[in-house]
């Protein structure tokens, strides 16, 4: 049952990105896909990711952490594998150049992969909620629009008995509003 709820939240989240119209307080649109859980202990089955996420701007009682812009998305595996809904409140897009950025966020995710019990090619993450991390290098091919090599990273950081982790590594692309 938990498996459906999150695939259904996912699905709407990543429909929610691709439907979303440029607003007063949405930032960034980005989509793109993953290698599913290239690092880890436990790695589990190959496969592919879609994710999504949309960026808002900077709410005033977060001004004071150099104005992060929060970010609410999810990843979807398409091996029936672990998928997850997150909700960075801390990302930043930091300027190199005027092409070239890095970008970072962190907050939680939900899943829907093992909490406990070990099978072959599964990872197990001890709870239901973990930390979430992304990281990219990006490139602005227009004003409005950038592509990203990037990562996302899902763990307990030790909280749990049981903290496989997760990685995936792909390239998405963002349109600025």
Do not use: K
Request: net charge negative.
């Amino acid at each position: 049952m938990a498996r459906q709820l999150i695939a259904g939240a996912i699905t709407l989240c990543l429909a929610a990105v691709l439907a979303s119209p440029a607003s007063a307080f949405v930032n960034e649109v980005r989509g793109g896909v993953y290698a599913h859980d290239v690092l880890g202990p436990a790695h589990e089955s190959d496969g592919a990711d879609l994710t999504g996420e949309i960026l808002f701007d900077t709410p005033s009682f977060l001004e004071w952490a150099f104005n992060p812009r929060p970010r609410l998305g999810g990843t979807l595996n398409f091996n029936g594998d672990t998928s997850l809904i997150y909700l960075d409140p801390f990302g930043w897009t930091i300027d190199l150049t005027d092409t070239i950025f890095v970008d970072g966020s962190l907050g939680a995710a939900v899943h829907d992969g093992r909490i406990h019990g070990s099978r072959p090619g599964q990872n197990q993450y001890g709870c239901r909620w973990n930390f979430h991390e992304t990281a990219s290098i990006g490139y602005r091919i227009a004003p409005n629009l950038s592509v990203m090599a990037s990562l996302e990273h899902i763990s307990n950081a030790g909280l749990c008995s049981v903290n496989d982790g997760l990685t995936n590594v792909g390239m998405r692309v963002g349109y600025s509003f």
